[in-house]
């Protein structure tokens, strides 16, 4: 069974900077999309940006579109989300997630496994 860790959350000020990582184990995650969701509290997990599985193809939310990039490594069976330009509204639980059907979808109910999540908190 597949299992996914994120990793690079933290603290950090508007305007600043971070790369998350998302560690896939147990099977190679390169036959699947692979997408980022956030969930802040009070509020319903929201989708952020997926990869396809060639990696040639990516979407991203209208909220991070321009700020975030999303990007993978097969070879390492890994995934990143990398934030720029951060925003105070962006602090929420980033978790990974596995699109098993294909494509590269966006609505939550076409993932499946995911990670524990790791938290990003933006300081005005």
């Known amino acids: 069974q597949v299992q996914l860790v994120e990793s690079g959350g933290g603290l950090v000020q508007a305007g600043g900077s971070l790369r998350l990582s998302c560690a896939a184990s147990?099977?190679?995650?390169?036959?699947?999309?692979m997408g980022w969701f956030r969930q802040a509290p009070e509020k319903e997990r929201e989708f952020v940006a997926v990869i396809s599985r060639s990696g040639g193809d990516t979407y991203y939310s209208d909220s991070v579109k321009g700020r975030f990039t999303i990007s993978r490594d097969d070879a390492k069976n890994m995934v990143y989300l990398q934030m720029n330009s951060l925003k105070p509204e962006d602090t929420a639980v980033y978790y990974c997630a596995i699109a098993p059907y294909g494509g590269i979808p966006s609505d939550i109910k076409f993932y499946n496994y995911w990670g524990q999540g790791t938290q990003v908190t933006v300081s005005s």
């Open positions: 147990g099977r190679s995650i390169s036959s699947n999309a």
